[in-house]
T-cell receptor, first 115, second 117 residues
Framework: DGGITQSPKYLFRKEGQNVTLSCEQN?????MYWYRQDPGQGLRLIYYSQIVNDFQKGDIAEGYSVSREKKESFPLTVTSAQKNPTAFYLC??????????????FGPGTRLLVL | AQTVTQSQPEMSVQEAETVTLSCTYDTSESDYYLFWYKQPPSRQMILVIRQEAYKQQNATENRFSVNFQKAAKSFSLKISDSQLGDAAMYFC??????????????FGKGTHLIIQP
């Protein structure tokens, strides 16, 4: 089946530790995104990538890093510089054709907790 | 920068009744998309309906329809014949249609919809 997968479903981070969240899609979408959701809040954009080997900061990129070495994969690393990482993280993807941006579809999310 | 406002933190409706969720947005752009996403307790974000700003006709998907008022920058979602499975958080979202500038969706804070049996 085509879709977006995220792993793990739950992730625990110790103080000072970097952790990486996985996002894979087999929809042949060009663009991929990472969002953060805090309780009672909407989603906020962390990073996005419109093409392989290129990515851009979103609204809340500090303390996070990404890579886009393959079209299908867009992993997010939560670094020790992110002082409040506890949140629900959602990955999304969309096609991007002729400059008109298309609908974003979301993965099931990863819940990150700090020990 | 664009902003999206959902003024109703929570709404409640009887099963089989109709409910309308409100959304307003602020933008200086003329070409954009608006979306309603549903987030059930599983927390998966599910697309409900999408509207392109250049289309005057309101989008409809089965029991879901929108009232898009571009001049007023209003984008409400109407759910007809409410069902228990409609219970969820509903998020309104904005996305620029053109290239250039930051990509991504701008979300409102959501409306929690409760369906009373």
């Amino acid at each position: 089946d085509g879709g977006i997968t995220q792993s793990p479903k739950y992730l625990f981070r110790k103080e000072g530790q970097n952790v990486t969240l996985s996002c894979e899609q087999n929809l042949n979408h060009d663009a991929m995104y990472w969002y953060r959701q805090d309780p009672g809040q909407g989603l906020r954009l962390i990073y996005y990538s419109q093409i392989v080997n290129d990515f851009q900061k979103g609204d809340i990129a500090e303390g996070y890093s990404v890579s886009r070495e393959k079209k299908e994969s867009f992993p997010l690393t939560v670094t020790s510089a992110q002082k409040n990482p506890t949140a629900f993280y959602l990955c999304a993807s969309s096609t991007s054709t002729s400059g008109r941006r298309k609908t974003q579809y979301f993965g099931p999310g990863t819940r990150l907790l700090v020990l | 920068a664009q902003t999206v406002t959902q003024s109703q933190p929570e709404m409640s409706v009887q099963e089989a009744e109709t409910v309308t969720l409100s959304c307003t947005y602020d933008t200086s752009e003329s070409d954009y998309y608006l979306f309603w996403y549903k987030q059930p307790p599983s927390r998966q974000m599910i697309l409900v309906i999408r509207q392109e700003a250049y289309k005057q006709q309101n989008a409809t998907e089965n029991r879901f329809s929108v009232n898009f008022q571009k001049a007023a920058k209003s984008f409400s979602l109407k759910i007809s014949d409410s069902q228990l499975g409609d219970a969820a958080m509903y998020f309104c979202a904005y996305r620029s249609a053109s290239g250039g500038g930051a990509d991504g969706l701008t979300f409102g804070k959501g409306t929690h919809l409760i369906i009373q049996p």
